[in-house]
């Protein structure tokens, strides 16, 4: 498969990744939905040497083990619960994201959009029983991919929140098509947010797309990764230290 040989051609999948979509752009990426990509001759292991160091030298100064840029899912279990978590929209959260939130939902509804947060902070039981309910309907494994494991998903921090328009029994990517998601994908990381399952990331994020789930990583990163089209994983990859490096 193409990332295959660009892995061969010397760079690791994430930054042979970082390099194609960063060469293609976000959007034509995304416009184009296809799950594998035509197959096209790799870039030489310099050209990809030469985009990995680029992207990386242009980096936010941030330290990859702040609070907000915490990685979970896929082995990576919550840590720390939030010391303090705040109602907003009507669900917890973790208290530090509560302004940068309330502007983003004032905001979405000033220019006349319905705003419907469905899930903030999940503790420990909820996550078992939400994980057990999606298991039986879908399988364990497909269920690691839509939920997560409970401790891992991303909802146990406070730092994850599910918008939508109104709510939904079943969240379905037919919500990319809501006015609101429109503008919570433009406008969502001037608040420090970014769409943490985009489509056709399953491989590298471990979850299917879920154009309602939102993550805060801060205004930084959130503007660089949104402006690279790269996922958490992918950001945090830019400031890994040697092999086998830890975020
Ligand atoms: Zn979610």
Known sequence: MFFRRLFRAGMCTLCALIFV????GPQQAAAEGAEEPPAASPPSAAALSDAYRRLSAGKPELAADEWPLQLYGSGRPVKEEPAETVRVGGVPVDARIADELRAMIADAR???LSVYLSCGYT???AQEHIFRRTAAKYGSETAQTIVGLP???????GLAVD??????AEKDSSLENTKLFAWLKEHSWE????LRYPKDRKSITGHVYQPWHFRYVGAEA???MTDHGLTLEEFLDLYKTG????Y
């Open 21 to 24: 979509l960063n060469s293609r």
């Open 110 to 112: 000033g220019a006349g």
């Open 123 to 125: 503790d420990a039981a």
């Open 151 to 157: 401790g891992e998903s991303e909802h146990r921090s």
């Open 163 to 168: 918008i939508a328009d109104r709510y939904y």
């Open 191 to 194: 608040y420090g947010f970014i």
């Open 222 to 224: 959130a503007a660089f």
């Open 243 to 246: 092999d086998g490096g830890v």
